[in-house]
């Protein structure tokens, strides 16, 4: 476990958040392609991860907003453990219409811009949830198509089927 710190702090603060809690905003613009934030964190395997889950989501029972699990698919072995002080990724928000995305690449995770991103700009990427507990986890991204709950893009056909069958 190393406690690097691969962060490229000229480009990003560290904010409270109009969508949830603190939130990572450009402080300066930042060209589309571009690598901001290295997702850190402690390496674990994935029964590590298991336990990690199992303990944060149980935190999490009662107490709205704390708890929440910060794990990270890194490859079939491992997962990375984000909830750690000198993760400032860990800030960024879900969007349904985000401005960054998450690359993979050797072993390392990377928050990557989508789109040129304007100076005071609040950072965001699609967290992927599949559309398993979606109901526990609404969203409030405020873009103009939000889907009301935080689902990854490629689940919200089968999040509104969902829906649509308990409105029946
Ligand atoms: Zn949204």
Redesign the pocket.
Known sequence: MSKQQLVNQELFDVKNSK?HGNGIYASIDIKKGTKIIEYVGNKVTKEEADIVSDRQLELAKGNKGIGEVYLFELNDTHDIDGNVGWNPARFIN????PNCEVEIENDKIWIVALKDIKKGKELSYDYGYDAEDFKDHK?????E??????VGEDYREDAKKKLAEVKK
């Not at 879900?94 to 219409?97: R, V």
């Not at 198509?145 to 935080?150: A, T």
Request: glycine share 12%; proline share 0%; hydrophobic share 20%.
């Open positions: 969508i879900h969007s349904c219409e969203c409030k991204c405020g873009s198509n939000c889907f009301g709950y935080i």
